[in-house]
């Protein structure tokens, strides 16, 4: 009988011993109210594609074609969808009282999501992404009381329906999997990104050579870029790897603002291309 209530009680110290290690490893864990790391970096990539997907649809209804509507030069992402998901999701916890809440987070976040990426973009890229100059109620041309009003309705849309929907999705991959695939997926991203910055700048070194364009924003780098073009070796391969249809193919609806402050589309430049895949039908006009 002793020998039972023996085994009893080491078989609940090992049960004790296991749920303090597992205590203690969560506790480890770093987290950004409630949600690890691997998880939000899942959360971008899965919204980039799925941004990507929804930009396409949208080109295709829109004009007609099919168009990339990537933000990278490789892999289907729509970094802003992937972004924006994720602040909203972690900016939302303290709105998800109701919708009415929902909807005064996702105006606000929304809003401040949507003009931080238009002023990165062109700081970095050199892109202006979208223009609501034309547009009542702008702020600089980067936000606009209509779009924030989408962000608002969207804000209750994906946290009520589709994240929870992402979320059961994430729970069935297994936990080794999701990790490895999302730091693989994370690594080529951060890459994506370089090679994109880089083949801009070159593409922008073009462009005032040979048009001579007086681009806002290029100044600080453009002598630099234009000494590296000029080497027969990486000249050769910037002209096959990041040529001007390549660019346009990819970044179909660039466009650049000059230092008098207008603004150009590219398309309206490189005439020669076409900046689409194929046309299915004709918008009526």
């Not at 466009?255 to 590219?266: C, P, S």
């Amino acid at each position: 009988m002793n020998e039972v209530i023996n085994i009893e009680r080491k078989i609940e110290n090992v049960d004790i011993k296991k749920e303090e290690k597992a205590k203690e490893k969560n506790k480890k864990k770093f987290t950004i109210f409630g949600f690890t790391i691997i998880i939000l970096l899942a959360y971008f990539i899965i919204y980039s594609v799925i941004g990507f997907v929804i930009e396409t649809i949208f080109g295709l209804l829109t004009k007609g074609v099919i168009e990339s509507r990537k933000s990278f030069l490789y892999g289907p992402f729509c970094g802003i969808y992937g972004l924006g998901a994720v602040v909203m999701i972690i900016g939302l916890q303290k709105f998800k009282k109701n919708n009415y809440t929902l909807f005064i987070g996702g105006f606000i976040i929304g809003s401040i999501i949507e003009y931080v990426i238009s002023l990165v973009g062109e700081l970095i890229f050199n892109i202006k992404w979208w223009d609501y100059s034309d547009m009542p109620f702008n702020i600089n041309g980067r936000i606009c009381v209509w779009y924030s009003f989408f962000w608002g309705l969207l804000a209750i849309y994906l946290m009520s329906h589709v994240n929870p929907k992402v979320d059961k999705f994430i729970e069935k991959i297994p936990k080794n999997i999701l990790k490895n695939t999302t730091i693989i997926l994370t690594i080529f991203l951060f890459f994506d990104f370089l090679l994109t910055c880089f083949a801009l700048k070159m593409f922008y070194v073009r462009l005032v050579n040979n048009y001579d364009l007086d681009i806002k924003g290029v100044d600080r780098y453009i002598v630099k870029y234009t000494e590296l073009y000029e080497k027969p070796g990486i000249k050769k391969f910037v002209d096959t790897h990041f040529s001007d249809e390549k660019i346009m193919k990819t970044f179909p609806n660039i466009k650049v603002t000059q230092k008098d402050g207008n603004i150009i589309w590219i398309c309206d430049i490189l005439t020669n291309i076409q900046p689409y895949y194929f046309r299915v039908f004709t918008p009526k006009r």
